[in-house]
């Protein structure tokens, strides 16, 4: 049953949506498990979602071939001024966008139900924890944010009468005429779809999609694209990072918050099992960060989000145990292949290929077809506190206290396994710096070098010049009680294209050097790029690595390093007078450092 709005903003909201959008009903979400079943019974009945019979409470959807991804290009950060959006963002004036989009919200939910979802990003009441209202006429978004966000009706009791919240508003673009059938998953032309942010009144309008970021607006667009401009106004940092605790053997914890862009392995390294003795890590988010400097005069993080949207292809028993555990039940799978008993697969799983799936777009597969069975993008939607190593703390409304910043990103090439940054300034350079090969995350090429500066450049709500300069005013807040930055590449291969370092639970003996670094445990070497391991530093105990192998992996090849300079200088010119004075300076000091090393 439809909650009752006491709000006045929201009651108002409701009423000039619902008359622009013209939907046939609205529902207002209570999140409770009864509503979560009957909208699910719903879609099974309507074809939409596919019961899995091997994991209860789990469902497949397919969505439309066109619309399987974030859409980057689509993507818009609407302020007033063009340099206030900055040149990493899409930019059209407030007014125009708005007109635009408000000729497409016009109808657009003709036929179909206007569900009006109240969320917390972070928990409920926490004083970080930020309250959304997504508006959206698709079920399946009602269903995704039941997990990824804290959906309830206690979010409006807290609103109360007068309180303020972040309006998403959200339409797949497609609307039914009477009597017209509705498809499995309706959405607009990539011409008509907008994921449109004004931060400077907190505002979102999605429109045209219905897949991941661009429709769970609690993500991308609330927790990272708005939050970061309301982070730099008011003083905090909303990242995009993974949050982990890992313990050593004598019972030391340490905070770690890691920036990896898109389908980078964030997910695997926030619930990764340690392959050394003694040590354990547990996870307590896979995608975003919120910190704020606490009256310890320490960065304290908490993960905003209720639940993973993980991608699935890769993901096995030898890649992330912990997440394969994590999706045995209550769990949304979106364009995986569907196996004959009933269950879910994709490239990368465990065992052999199945001799027949149904592939994500819903035709027969076999080991001998040409395509993959599970899109490259296809995800899972499953409850954070279903992670066997979530946690205890994980929802602490104070958060964790972050000892550790890990940047990275995937490099075949130039870029060692690990080095540690000089002091805050240079892990600013190399957090700006910060490159990876593109992945299926978002529509487009695949494996091109991108600068993806501190894995924000899709997901930075304003100027990242002002975003860089942020860095250092948060570290001279912080002062000496700031995290110390590293940078590591999981992903270097060798001449003949091979991996050179077996990731995963083995990313724990980077992670130990780490801790030994802020422990003054062990030294390291200066290099013009940073401070790599000293030989014997890194615990390789077990791992039948070759001396061949290592010395690639911690090499530094100066030409290549070299030719890395005009790439930085080009993608720093474009911040013209927005770039931060400081920022030159490290990029001087790293010239004349590689410069004198001929
Ligand atoms: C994600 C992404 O889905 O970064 O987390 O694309
Ligand atoms: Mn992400």
């Not at 006429?137 to 979010?155: A, E, F, L």
Request: with cysteine; aromatic share 10%.
């Amino acid at each position: 049953m439809s909650v009752t709005v006491k709000n006045e903003k929201l009651n108002r909201w409701i009423r000039e949506v619902a008359d622009l959008c013209a939907p046939d009903d609205i529902y207002v979400c209570s999140g409770s498990k009864d509503e979560y079943r009957l909208m699910m019974d719903k879609l099974i009945k309507s074809g939409i979602a596919i019961p899995l019979k091997k994991r209860p409470n789990s469902f497949l959807f397919r969505s439309d071939p066109s619309d399987v991804a974030r859409v980057e290009d689509n993507t818009y950060i609407s302020t007033a001024s063009r340099e206030d959006a900055g040149p990493t963002n899409n930019w059209i004036a407030p007014s125009d966008l708005k007109k635009t989009m408000l000729d497409l919200y016009r109808g657009c939910m003709k036929g179909r139900t206007m569900y009006v979802i109240p969320f917390s990003m972070g928990p409920i009441g926490s004083p970080i924890s930020k309250i959304g209202i997504e508006i959206s006429d698709s079920p399946y978004v009602v269903v995704n944010m039941h997990i990824m966000t804290r959906v309830s009706s206690q979010v409006l009791e807290l609103l109360g009468a007068y309180g303020d919240f972040i309006p998403c508003l959200h339409s797949v673009g497609a609307p039914l005429a009477p009597g017209q059938k509705d498809t499995k998953w309706p959405c607009a032309p990539i011409e008509k779809k907008y994921i449109s942010h004004f931060p400077e009144e907190n505002l979102i309008w999605s429109y045209g999609s219905g897949y991941g970021g661009n429709a769970l607006l609690g993500k991308k667009c609330l927790a990272l694209r708005i939050a970061s401009a309301m982070a730099k106004r008011e003083g905090w940092m909303a990242e995009h990072m993974l949050i982990l605790r890992l313990t050593n053997p004598e019972g030391k914890q340490y905070h770690i918050a890691a920036a990896f862009p898109s389908a980078c392995g964030k997910t695997n390294l926030a619930m990764m099992q340690p392959s050394i003795a003694g040590w354990k890590c547990e996870c307590i988010g896979d995608d975003i960060a919120w910190m704020n400097v606490g009256p310890d005069g320490r960065l304290h993080a908490i993960n905003p989000e209720n639940g993973f949207f993980g991608v699935a292809p890769g993901t096995s028993y030898s890649t992330n145990p912990m997440a394969m555990d994590t999706l045995k039940e209550n769990v949304i799978f979106t364009n995986c292949a569907l196996t004959d008993d009933g269950d879910v697969w994709w490239e990368g799983m465990d065992g052999d290929e199945p001799a027949h799936v149904i592939d994500w777009k819903g035709k027969d597969w076999t080991p001998q077809s040409s395509t993959d069975a599970a899109h490259a993008n296809a995800r899972f939607t499953a409850p954070a506190s279903q992670c066997p190593v979530i946690c205890k703390d994980w929802e602490k409304p104070e958060g964790v206290p972050i000892d550790i910043f890990i940047f990275g990103g995937r490099r075949t090439d130039v870029v060692p396994l690990v080095y540690e940054a000089f002091d805050w300034d240079h892990g600013v350079f190399l957090g700006a710096t910060a490159a990876s090969e593109t992945t299926a995350a978002n529509i487009g090429a695949v494996g091109n070098l991108r600068r993806d500066p501190f894995a924000m450049k899709p997901f930075c709500g304003y100027n990242m010049g002002d975003y860089f300069q942020h860095w250092f005013d948060m570290g001279d807040r912080l002062g000496s009680r700031a995290p110390r930055v590293f940078y590591v590449n999981w992903f270097r291969k060798s001449q003949d294209g091979k991996f050179l370092w077996p990731g995963f639970s083995d990313n724990s003996r980077v992670l130990k050097w780490i801790c030994e670094r802020i422990d003054g445990r062990v030294g390291a070497q200066k290099t013009p790029i940073g401070l790599l391991p000293n030989e014997k530093d890194l615990d390789l105990s077990g791992l039948n690595l070759s001396t061949d192998n290592m010395k690639e992996l911690m090499s530094i090849d100066l030409t290549a390093w070299k030719a890395e300079v005009p790439d930085i200088e080009k993608h720093f010119s474009t911040f013209g007078n927005r770039m931060p004075e400081r920022l030159k300076k490290q990029f001087q000091g790293f010239i004349d450092a590689l410069g004198k090393q001929v």
